[in-house]
């Protein structure tokens, strides 16, 4: 199971990296079972998956970690934008307890478009209000990304 999380977040995070606009450095950080942490450019390395191997490859220097020494994994990112005060392009998100996404932001949300890790669209709808409900309930239990005019985060379901 730690092996499928830790694939879908690299996609979800190359795919955050590749779309995010003003973001000028971004960290994979690894934290050993020996409680040992270690810290990559995740935009400059390679990450390459074998069986139970994870091997980073950044700069001239190769790191080499098994699935069974990572406790926990983490992304971060620096962006260079200057936050709106008014915040009316932050999207908010939340699931109910009826499985129904609820999708807002402070502008009309336009084509909001639910993908799947892969890029796969699974569910779109057009809407020219600052809110919209969408059901999952037909959807896997996974982690999916919700795209708007001008912003993407992600949800699990």
Known sequence: MKKILFLSFCMWTAMYCANAQNVSQS???LEKSNSSRVEF?????????L???ITVNTSGEQYTFFFGEV????FNAKSTAIKNADNA???KI???ETETLIV?????LGNVVILSLTGQ???QEQTDAKEIHISVANLNKGIYLVKTRNKTTKFIR
């Open 89 to 91: 392009t932050d999207l």
């Open 27 to 29: 960290w994979l950080l």
């Open 71 to 74: 406790n926990d994994f983490h």
């Open 51 to 53: 069986d139970d191997e």
């Open 121 to 123: 669209t699974v569910k």
């Open 104 to 108: 807002a932001a402070g502008e009309p």
């Open 41 to 49: 450019d995740f935009a400059n390395s390679e990450i390459t998956i």
């Open 94 to 96: 939340r699931l109910d």
